[in-house]
């Protein structure tokens, strides 16, 4: 049975919704419930003037949507791209909240996004975008009502700057306002590699349940940023071999394997992964569908759609990025028997060290990066096998699987809490 009948590809928003509809159609959630999960619970929109190094003023669109903050602060990334919008802030918010309930930790949902290309901006200039971004934001966040983190086009750096906005305007240093923050301002060891690691980890989970072994699987990977090649480099090491990888600029093929090591190194010389020695040359929006047995989208939305899925060599899909897939490409997806482990689990590493950040920050004791890793490990594994035996359970995909196991957990809280009114 499809999800939804139209030929149509939805929006970011509406391909979250439809998979949301469907879960808590199967869960029995009641019709108001539905209403108070399916929309965001506040959304600002924000014009930002920036003097630009040329002397000319600058404004930029900003966003930050808070779609629940029922089970704890909302949490979430800020982007920085030229192509984001409201509908696509609205939609990441929201699996937020159902990532942050399927990892179980005490987060809300929320997303920011700044409409720019940092690739083109100075540093002064981000800087600039990224305070004032914050400074207006300040009645919105802190440690107990919204926890920014990096995501596409943002780093540690934006986050430091983050930090120092806020604890000027609270008159004291706050680390616990943002989290992906640099070591020595309260950032927690382990925080950089943890989404990859996040993604290896379930990727392993997968070789067990369809009893595969690492060393058979050739792996392809959009996206070389922080998640992409941290995952492509942890993945080597443990016995992959990374066949593809795809950056903005251009992609790259070799089926007897590509050392990560050395392309990373390539990348921070170059600015970009082509022109790498021994590869051949693939279109970046081409990668996912060469020939692999794994394949990571790490990149952007609405890569894997209706149009394309049919395509997909792979058996496995590891959602490194979030909403790769559209909801129509599901089915088509689950006709070809790929095993999909879906971004609100395989992509929750990120979220689950920063709440371990966040924890670290507010106690202002830190942990061993052993002690990160191995809690990780032991929260990706227990979210895996819990969205895999609720698959079991209630008949459904891993990904409506989350979902329910999300929504189910998310409207729990607003029952207990009931509506302010
Ligand atoms: P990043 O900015 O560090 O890297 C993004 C990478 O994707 C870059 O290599 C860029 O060149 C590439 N890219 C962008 N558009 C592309 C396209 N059309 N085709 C091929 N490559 C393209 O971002 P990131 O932090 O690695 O985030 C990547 C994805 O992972 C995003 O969807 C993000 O929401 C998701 N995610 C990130 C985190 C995190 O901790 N950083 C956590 C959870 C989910």
């Known amino acids: 049975m499809p999800i939804i009948a139209s030929e149509k590809e939805l929006s970011v928003y509406e391909n979250m919704a439809a998979r949301f509809d469907v879960a808590a159609a199967k869960l029995g959630l009641d019709e108001g419930f539905q209403k108070v999960l399916r929309h965001p619970s506040k959304e600002i929109t924000l014009y930002i003037p920036v003097m630009m190094d040329s002397g000319s003023i600058e404004v930029f669109v900003g966003y930050r949507v808070q779609h629940s903050i029922v089970r704890g602060p909302g949490k979430g990334g800020i982007r920085f791209a030229p192509d984001v919008t409201l509908d696509e802030i609205r939609a990441l918010a929201s699996w937020m909240t159902w990532k942050c309930a399927v990892v179980n930790i005490p987060f809300g949902g929320a997303?920011?996004?700044?409409?720019?290309?940092?690739?083109?901006?100075?540093?002064?200039?981000?800087?600039?975008?990224?305070?004032?971004?914050?400074?207006?934001l300040l009645d919105y966040l802190g440690p107990e009502r919204d926890v920014p983190a990096p995501d596409l086009g943002t780093n540690e750096q934006v986050m430091a700057w983050v930090m120092d906005t806020y604890s000027m305007h609270v008159r004291h240093t706050s680390t616990a306002v943002v989290t992906?923050?640099?070591?020595?301002?309260?950032?927690?060891?382990?925080?950089?590699?943890?989404?990859?690691?996040?993604?290896?980890?379930?990727?392993?989970?997968?070789?067990?349940?369809?009893?595969?072994?690492r060393e058979e699987q050739r792996v392809i990977i959009q996206g070389f940023g922080n998640v992409g090649s941290i995952a492509a480099k942890l993945m080597q090491e443990t016995g992959y071999r990374i066949v593809g990888v795809a950056d903005i600029h251009g992609g790259i093929y070799n089926p007897k394997g590509i050392d990560v090591p050395k392309l990373i190194n390539h990348a921070l010389e170059a600015g970009q992964i082509s022109g790498f020695p021994g590869c051949d040359p693939v279109d970046p929006m081409q990668i996912l569908f060469q020939d692999c047995d794994i394949a990571i989208p790490a990149?952007?939305?609405?890569?894997?759609?209706?149009?394309?899925?049919?395509?997909?060599?792979?058996?496995?899909?590891?959602?490194?990025?979030?909403?790769?897939?559209?909801?129509?490409?599901?089915?088509?997806?689950?006709?070809?028997?790929?095993?999909?482990?879906?971004?609100?689990?395989?992509?929750?590493?990120?979220?689950?060290?920063?709440?371990?950040?966040?924890?670290?920050?507010?106690?202002?004791?830190?942990?061993?990066?052993?002690?990160?890793?191995?809690?990780?490990?032991?929260?990706?594994?227990a979210s895996f096998n819990d969205v895999l035996g609720y698959a079991e359970r209630h008949n459904v995909s891993p990904r409506i699987a989350a979902y329910m196991l999300a929504i189910d957990r998310v409207a729990f809280a607003l029952r207990l809490r009931g509506l302010y009114a």
């Open 111 to 136: 997303k920011g996004g700044v409409v720019c290309d940092p690739e083109k901006l100075s540093r002064r200039e981000l800087e600039a975008i990224t305070r004032r971004y914050t400074a207006e």
């Open 180 to 213: 992906g923050k640099p070591l020595d301002l309260g950032g927690s060891r382990g925080r950089r590699e943890a989404t990859g690691r996040g993604c290896l980890i379930v990727a392993d989970q997968a070789l067990q349940r369809l009893r595969l072994n």
């Open 299 to 381: 990149a952007v939305e609405n890569v894997i759609t209706s149009h394309n899925a049919d395509r997909i060599k792979a058996r496995i899909i590891i959602e490194a990025a979030n909403g790769p897939t559209t909801a129509l490409a599901d089915d088509i997806l689950a006709e070809k028997k790929v095993f999909v482990v879906p971004d609100i689990l395989a992509n929750a590493g990120g979220v689950t060290v920063s709440y371990f950040e966040w924890v670290q920050d507010r106690q202002g004791y830190f942990w061993s990066e052993s002690m990160v890793n191995e809690r990780l490990e032991q929260m990706m594994v």
